[in-house]
């Protein structure tokens, strides 16, 4: 793992982590209320759901241990923030999507919680990535085969084209929200990163394409 941080980085980071990690699950519970479409990773974790009876969050944890093992191969190093993300998340979805209705049937409501949801997600992913207590392990498993050779931005394409297209084939949601999340969750969180960290405990050597990589809590 990445270098434990003092006591007093850790009273100081962990409840912008813990935050961080809260609204972007609360984000995506928004958007599965909203019922127009998920981002790829959440499409890919809801169509499992659909298909087991599992719990959108739990899907979210194991999916993101089964990552995180990948990353043992590739030599990379979760940090604290990491452990948090995996579990975290998918806690906040699924306590979140019990108090959320089922359904919302007045489409403008809908368009609220979509919107609503990727600008959650994003803040919550400027909170998150601005503690710099390590990335998230969907990210991690995109810059460890980057630094294996593959470009960056091609690895980012293959995974998320990948899990989109299995998650649509097993019953997840795409729609206008999964359009509206791939361009906006960027330049979203591109404006709240900077207002929201703090110098960073650790120095990244991120592949040499890796302009633009914290994109969310992945």
């Given at each position: 793992?990445?270098?434990?941080?003092?006591?007093?980085?850790?009273?100081?980071?962990?409840?912008?982590?813990?935050?961080g990690l809260t609204l972007f699950g609360l984000g995506i519970a928004m958007m599965v209320?909203?019922?127009?479409?998920?981002?790829?990773?959440?499409?890919?974790?809801?169509?499992?759901?659909?298909?087991?009876?599992?719990?959108?969050?739990?899907?979210?944890?194991l999916t993101g241990i089964v990552v995180l093992l990948l990353w043992i191969p590739l030599?990379?190093?979760?940090?604290?923030?990491?452990?948090?993300?995996?579990?975290?998340?998918?806690?906040?979805?699924?306590?979140?999507?019990?108090?959320?209705?089922?359904?919302?049937?007045?489409?403008?409501?809908?368009?609220?919680?979509?919107?609503?949801?990727?600008?959650?997600?994003?803040?919550?992913?400027?909170?998150?990535?601005?503690?710099?207590?390590?990335?998230?392990?969907?990210?991690?498993?995109?810059?460890?085969?980057?630094?294996?050779?593959?470009?960056?931005?091609?690895?980012?394409?293959?995974?998320?084209?990948?899990?989109?297209?299995?998650?649509?084939?097993?019953?997840?949601?795409?729609?206008?929200?999964?359009?509206?999340?791939?361009?906006?969750?960027?330049?979203?969180?591109?404006?709240?990163?900077?207002?929201?960290?703090?110098?960073?405990?650790?120095?990244?050597?991120?592949?040499?394409?890796?302009?633009?990589?914290?994109?969310?809590?992945?």
């Amino acid at each position: 793992m990445l270098p434990f941080p003092s006591r007093s980085e850790l009273v100081r980071r962990v409840p912008r982590l813990l935050l961080g990690l809260t609204l972007f699950g609360l984000g995506i519970a928004m958007m599965v209320t909203a019922n127009l479409g998920l981002s790829p990773w959440e499409v890919f974790h809801q169509g499992i759901s659909r298909r087991t009876g599992i719990p959108l969050g739990t899907v979210g944890i194991l999916t993101g241990i089964v990552v995180l093992l990948l990353w043992i191969p590739l030599k990379e190093r979760p940090g604290v923030g990491t452990i948090a993300n995996v579990f975290l998340i998918g806690i906040v979805i699924d306590l979140t999507l019990l108090v959320f209705p089922d359904t919302v049937e007045t489409m403008w409501l809908r368009w609220i919680l979509m919107i609503g949801g990727t600008v959650v997600i994003a803040l919550g992913s400027g909170l998150y990535i601005g503690v710099g207590l390590g990335p998230g392990p969907r990210d991690g498993l995109m810059t460890g085969l980057a630094r294996r050779g593959i470009p960056i931005g091609l690895a980012r394409i293959g995974i998320e084209v990948t899990v989109l297209g299995a998650g649509w084939l097993l019953g997840g949601t795409v729609g206008i929200g999964t359009v509206v999340f791939a361009f906006g969750v960027g330049p979203l969180v591109g404006v709240f990163l900077p207002k929201m960290s703090l110098e960073p405990l650790y120095h990244y050597e991120l592949p040499p394409d890796g302009a633009g990589v914290a994109e969310g809590a992945l």
